[in-house]
């Protein structure tokens, strides 16, 4: 799972806990609970009754999940919820085509899977400036339209055949 998926799973799975000791009334998770507004203890009510409507495996895997997220170091921890509000925050589409690749990164075979995290860490441990340049290349790539981008790949095509 990606972390951006495991984050969100994790913060989930953090309310739900929160919502299932609030139900229980004993706690500090109770009294959080009755101070929220009500349109937030709504909302986590909603993601209780989601969450148990998933299959057993579904909930096992969330709760597999939490436990790696409770597990990491408190810095690690707000890394993770930092990327979570990072993902929140992009327009729903952004958000679709994240969670499409995520599936796609899950189907691979666990080789190719590696191959593509150390793909991954060679970048962030690349060049600051080649780092930069890769990122301002991704944002202009991201802002083009599709003909645009197909124009691109067949100058690159072209490029590469002379």
Same mark, same amino acid.
């Given at each position: 799972?990606? &972390? *951006? ?12 806990? !929160? ?6 009334? %004993?706690? @500090? ?14 909302? $986590? ?8 409507? $998933? !299959? ?6 969330? *709760? ?9 170091? !408190? ?6 919820? @930092?990327? $979570? ?18 599936? %796609? ?45 197909? @124009?691109? &790949?067949?100058?690159?095509? @072209?490029?590469?055949?002379?």
């Amino acid at each position: 799972m990606s &972390r *951006r998926l495991l984050a969100k799973a994790a913060f989930g799975l953090l309310l739900l806990s !929160s919502w299932g000791y609030a139900q229980s009334g %004993t706690g @500090e998770a109770s009294v959080r609970f009755q101070n929220l507004p009500e349109e937030q203890k709504e909302a $986590l009510r909603q993601r209780w009754r989601d969450f148990k409507a $998933l !299959s057993p495996e579904e909930q096992a895997r969330i *709760r597999e999940n939490f436990r790696r997220y409770r597990a990491l170091s !408190s810095e690690e921890r707000a890394r993770v919820l @930092e990327n $979570l509000h990072a993902f929140e925050s992009l327009p729903k589409q952004a958000q679709a085509e994240l969670k499409a690749e995520a599936r %796609t990164f899950e189907q691979l075979s666990p080789e190719a899977q590696a191959e593509v995290r150390q793909r991954f860490e060679d970048f962030l441990r690349a060049n600051p400036d080649r780092r930069e340049q890769l990122i301002k290349n991704l944002q202009r790539w991201r802002a083009m339209s599709r003909e645009e981008r197909e @124009e691109m &790949r067949e100058r690159l095509r @072209e490029r590469r055949n002379h």
